[in-house]
């Protein structure tokens, strides 16, 4: 069974920085696609960044330029380094694990960790 576990989230003031991680285990970490999304309260689950087994990105439009999404197959380790942060970027960060369906189309989350850009 997958197991996604973040860290790295915070209180920061506007303009500071953070990096968040995920530790994938129970599977083959470089067969996934991997994802960072956010839930703001009472708003929707958005993606914020993703990057595919084969390394390609892809970010929302309101974090391209500020962050930076990559991965480390040699650790198991998703990363999400956000600069620039800003008061809308506060909110809960989760890890997603997906396989494509014609691997079975597997998706897995993480448990979240809080990110909070205030003064």
């Known amino acids: 069974q997958v197991q996604l576990v973040e860290s790295g989230g915070g209180l920061v003031q506007p303009g500071g920085s953070l990096r968040l991680s995920c530790a994938f285990s129970?599977?083959?970490?470089?067969?996934?696609?991997m994802g960072w999304y956010r839930q703001a309260p009472g708003k929707q689950r958005e993606l914020v960044a993703g990057?595919?087994?084969?390394?390609?990105?892809d970010y929302a439009d309101s974090v391209k330029g500020r962050f930076t999404i990559s991965r480390d197959n040699g650790k198991n380790t998703l990363y999400l380094q956000m600069n620039t942060l800003k008061p809308e970027d506060t909110a809960v960060y989760y890890c997603?694990?997906?396989?494509?369906?014609?691997?079975?189309?597997?998706?897995?989350w993480g448990q979240g960790t809080q990110v909070t850009v205030s003064s």
């Open positions: 990057i595919s087994s084969g390394g390609n990105t």
């Open positions: 129970g599977s083959i970490f470089r067969f996934y696609d």
């Open positions: 997603n694990a997906a396989l494509p369906s014609s691997s079975g189309g597997a998706n897995y």
